[in-house]
């Protein structure tokens, strides 16, 4: 019978857990989160990239855990903005603003801005670390373009605004599953699932020397 590992993710959003799960199904590992682990100090994210702000997270959680550790960072990126807001896409409007806040400025941004200057991306970056340092790394992305005006009440952060143009809908008018066949994350993961229990396996060999 195989071996179930444990894989400690990087969030506290049963949400985001939840979405891991199912990208991440069919794998023997099981996902927890750091609600199972009470107390882990707050991982500055000051990276200048998302696979730095990623392996922070992920090496910062297996050293406390002591288990393997996945976390991910992601941002949107726009033409016409130069890349921004980039890695500081959750902190867009301010580090005290919410996801509404920060979609009111990249509209603001992008006031008068033309439909063919409107071209935009989400990227992601996971890393899955161990304890000792060894590190997986993970990266994709996806194109699409900047609308108006919100659209959908699904997903969350830009998701209403962001339309996937082979859907020609945003993130928000799609279901989770929709999202799944070609978001930045399910890329990412999709390129991650190959080497993530071999991976895992090798870190539990070391640990049991």
């Known amino acids: 019978m195989t071996e179930t590992l444990t894989l400690v ?3 506290t959003n049963p949400g985001k857990l939840q979405e891991l799960r199912e990208l991440l199904a069919g794998l023997a590992v099981e996902l927890r989160s750091l609600v ?19 392996r922070k997270k992920a090496l910062a959680v297996a050293r406390w855990t002591g288990l393997p550790a996945l976390a991910d960072d992601s941002g949107l990126e726009v033409d016409a ?16 603003q919410d996801s509404a806040a920060n979609t009111r400025k990249l509209l603001q941004q992008l006031h008068n801005v033309v439909a063919e200057r409107r071209g935009a991306r989400f990227r992601c970056a996971i890393v899955v670390a161990a304890p000792d ?3 997986l790394v993970c990266e994709a992305s996806c194109k699409g373009r900047i609308i108006d005006a919100p659209r959908g009440t699904q997903g969350f952060g830009y998701d209403p605004v962001f339309l996937y143009e082979p859907a020609r809908r945003t993130f928000a008018e799609m279901s989770s599953v929709e999202k799944q066949e070609g978001s930045h ?25």
């Open 9 to 11: 993710v990087a969030t």
């Open 36 to 54: 199972d682990f009470p107390g882990m100090p707050e991982v500055t994210e000051d990276g200048t990239t998302y696979v730095e702000n990623a």
């Open 81 to 96: 903005l130069g890349g921004a807001p980039g890695v500081h896409s959750a902190r867009y409007a301010g580090p005290s």
């Open 133 to 135: 340092g060894g590190e």
């Open 185 to 209: 994350r399910a890329q990412a993961c999709a390129r991650l699932r190959p080497r993530l229990e071999a991976f895992l396996r090798a870190d539990a060999t070391r640990l049991n020397r």
